[in-house]
């Protein structure tokens, strides 16, 4: 028996070539909302000092009045 090749169509390939494209998408998105998600980390730990010290402060007028 002779296997006989079967020439790939041209809308398969355009549909395997959007598949790749719309994983490369998602992949690029789900890389940006991370790096969002980490600078938003590392901004809350730098402010967070600060926000203590308003919260302290707040908290001293408040005890006062």
Do not use: Y
């Amino acid at each position: 028996m002779a296997s006989s090749k079967r020439q790939t169509t041209m809308a398969k390939i355009a549909r395997e070539q959007a598949v790749r494209e719309r994983r490369a998408r998602k992949q690029e998105k789900k890389d940006h909302k991370k790096l969002v998600a980490e600078a938003h980390i590392a901004n809350a730990a730098e402010a967070g000092a600060g926000t203590e010290t308003e919260a302290e402060t707040e908290v001293d007028e408040t005890a006062t009045d």
